[in-house]
Nanobody, 125 residues
Framework: QVQLVESGGGLVQAGGSLGLSCSAS????????MGWYRQAPGKQRELVAT???????NYADSVKGRFTISRDNAKKAVYLQMNSLKPEDTAVYYC???????????????????WGQGTLVTVSS
């Protein structure tokens, strides 16, 4: 079974930095796009950043210039380096990946989205 597990969340002061990691495991044939989303209290989940299988990145305007997304295909991992953190960055951050599964009966015919369980980032003022 494919799993995505996030780590690195915690409490940090405004202006500080924090790095998030997400590792995929299980029966994986290939991984296409990976990304990070976040959900602040009382708000809808929103895109933070995505990165394609070949390294093309996309960022939300609110984090561009402060956050950097990267991936390690060999490790099946995606990372989010967050600098110059602001209180409004406080949210649960979720890892996302489009994955073709490898199972006992073969390889999935399509990519399917998988989500991690989230890691809480709290930025104090």
């Amino acid at each position: 079974q494919v799993q995505l597990v996030e780590s690195g969340g915690g409490l940090v002061q405004a202006g500080g930095s924090l790095g998030l990691s997400c590792s995929a495991s299980g029966g994986i044939f290939s991984i296409n796009r990976m990304g990070w989303y976040r959900q602040a209290p009382g708000k809808q989940r929103e895109l933070v950043a995505t990165i394609s299988s070949v390294g093309v990145t996309n960022y939300a305007d609110s984090v561009k210039g402060r956050f950097t997304i990267s991936r390690d295909n060999a490790k099946k991992a995606v990372y989010l380096q967050m600098n110059s953190l602001k209180p409004e960055d406080t949210a649960v951050y979720y890892c996302n990946a489009e994955i073709r599964e490898r199972t006992a009966v073969g390889v999935s015919s399509r990519y399917r989205e998988f989500w991690g369980q989230g890691t809480l980032v709290t930025v104090s003022s």
